[in-house]
């Protein structure tokens, strides 16, 4: 079955960086597309990042262009995200998706808090 585990979330001070990982299994990680989520506290869960299959397009959000960067690596069936100069807004548990077939899929999440 599909599986999404995110991990490298934390608490940095405005300003710093964290880079999230992603490790799927269960399906061709190299055949889909993948994406980042978020969810702020009270708030609805929103879209981060996106890469194509092959790495070779990539969307953001306009809250985090210039600040993240997303990137996968197909061998180790991985996707990551990296934050820079993260701010307090982006505090927010960070969601890892695929969408395969009709099905989407959703890891746990990961905690991030950016405050000093």
């Known amino acids: 079955q599909v599986q999404l585990v995110e991990s490298g979330g934390g608490l940095v001070q405005p300003g710093g960086s964290l880079r999230l990982s992603c490790a799927a299994s269960?399906?061709?990680?190299?055949?889909?597309?993948m994406s980042w989520y978020r969810q702020a506290p009270g708030k609805g869960r929103e879209l981060v990042a996106s890469i194509s299959s092959g790495g070779g397009s990539t969307n953001y959000a306009d809250s985090v262009k210039g600040r993240f960067t997303i990137s996968r690596d197909n061998a180790n069936n991985t996707v990551y995200l990296q934050m820079n100069s993260l701010k307090p807004e982006d505090t927010a548990v960070y969601y890892c998706?695929?969408?395969?077939?009709?099905?989407?899929?959703w890891g746990k999440g990961t905690l991030v808090t950016v405050s000093s």
């Open positions: 998706n695929v969408v395969r077939t009709i099905m989407t899929y």
């Open positions: 269960g399906f061709t990680f190299s055949r889909y597309s």
